[in-house]
């Protein structure tokens, strides 16, 4: 079973440019989310969606943009790329919402020099 | 506030002895996860706590969920080196899981 995948892994960008870090789900999962984990500072939640055509933001969507066209398919995109913005990100997912356990992929780190 | 804070932030002990680390709020939530995290990976689910004075045992790790509903424990019990790894807690609102900035647990051989 594939789960959460992630792609790339890793990746570095300069300042400004632009990159979509990919997520895909193989288990009909309502409910997709992106977090950002820094240092010491747990995970913060960037964006998520309850299904697919829809969206809402997080706690720190600033900078950052969602789609989510299909079920299995929660693209994240960085449009003008800033140090702030260096960090692993994680997706998850999750059949509905409230407690239901979330599944999280295994991240993508990523630097901006 | 949705903040989470959890202690100690780092936990570095012998093989065989017993930890406890705790996640605690200023203010009541409806239900707290906890998750372990080992390097290079995602978080992975432990336990769910919904009601004020639950506890709930996992093998050797046992979770507390405060009568008022605002703080929680995780207690391990001879611990082992695959306990290693990052413990987080989650509180849940609304849509959105806001998490505590966890506790690192290394366990010596």
């Known amino acids: 079973n594939a789960g959460v995948t992630q792609t790339p892994k890793f990746r570095i960008l300069k300042i400004g440019q632009s990159m979509t870090l990919q997520c895909a789900q193989d288990?009909?999962?309502?409910?997709m989310y992106w977090y950002r984990q820094d240092p010491g500072m747990g995970l913060k939640l960037i964006y998520y969606?309850?299904?697919?055509?829809?969206?809402d933001k997080g706690e720190v969507p600033n900078g950052y943009n969602v789609s989510r066209s299909t079920t299995e398919d929660f693209p994240l995109r960085l449009e003008l790329a800033a140090p702030s913005q260096t960090s692993v990100y994680f997706c998850?997912?999750?059949?509905?919402?409230?407690?239901?356990?979330?599944?999280f992929g295994d991240g993508t780190r990523l630097s901006i020099l | 506030t949705q903040l989470l804070e959890q202690s100690p932030q780092f936990l570095s002990i012998q093989e065989g002895e017993n930890l406890t680390v705790y996640c605690n709020s200023s203010?009541?939530?409806?239900?707290l996860q906890w998750y372990r995290q080992e390097p290079g990976e995602g978080p992975v689910l432990l336990v769910t706590?919904?009601?004020?004075?639950e506890v709930k045992k996992l093998k050797r790790l046992t979770f507390q969920f405060g009568d008022a509903r605002k703080d929680s424990s995780l207690h391990i019990t001879a611990a082992q080196t695959g306990d290693t790894g990052l413990y987080l807690c989650?509180?849940?609102?609304?849509?959105?899981?806001?998490f505590g900035t966890g506790t690192s647990l290394t366990v010596i051989p």
């Open positions: 203010s009541v939530f409806s239900s």
């Open positions: 969606s309850v299904g697919a055509g829809i969206t």
């Open positions: 998850a997912s999750s059949w509905t919402g409230g407690n239901q356990p979330q599944h």
């Open positions: 288990m009909n999962h309502n409910y």
């Open positions: 706590v919904v009601t004020g004075g």
């Open positions: 989650a509180r849940l609102t609304g849509n959105q899981f806001y």
